[in-house]
Nanobody, 124 residues
Framework: QVQLVESGGGLARTGGSLRISCAAS????????MGWFRQAPGKEREFVAS????????YYADSVKGRFTIARDNGKNTVFLQMNSLKPEDTAVYFC?????????????????WGQGTQVTVSS
């Protein structure tokens, strides 16, 4: 039982940076593994990054490793995705997601809570 709301999406140029946030409601947030996924128009949703409930374990898709950083603040019930060195192929709707259990899970159906998404557009 958690509600997720993303914010902070917008426009950026290639090589630029953007930080998006996910605000969660519910007392169970601090015990959940949290993740970010993205979906471009006409494409399937894909895994971006995830973080364990205590922040001790992080997992990134190869496509964003070294450029994106996931973090969380359990006191504020918030998850962040810092996106640096942006590329046009990063353009997508970014979704916040939550689940109970392991961080190293990329299968969409194994994530149980989802936000509405926030648009990130990167131009050349």
């Amino acid at each position: 039982q958690v509600q997720l709301v993303e914010s902070g999406g917008g426009l950026a140029r290639t090589g630029g940076s953007l930080r998006i946030s996910c605000a969660a409601s519910g007392r169970t947030f601090s015990r959940l593994t949290m993740g970010w996924f993205r979906q471009a128009p006409g494409k399937e949703r894909e895994f971006v990054a995830s973080i364990s409930w205590n922040g001790g374990s992080l997992y990134y898709a190869d496509s964003v490793k070294g450029r994106f950083t996931i973090a969380r603040d359990n006191g504020k019930n918030t998850v962040f995705l810092q996106m640096n060195s942006l590329k046009p192929e990063d353009t997508a709707v970014y979704f916040c997601a939550g689940r109970s259990g392991a961080v190293l899970v990329t299968t969409i159906s194994l994530w149980t809570s989802w936000g509405q998404g926030t648009q990130v557009t990167v131009s050349s």
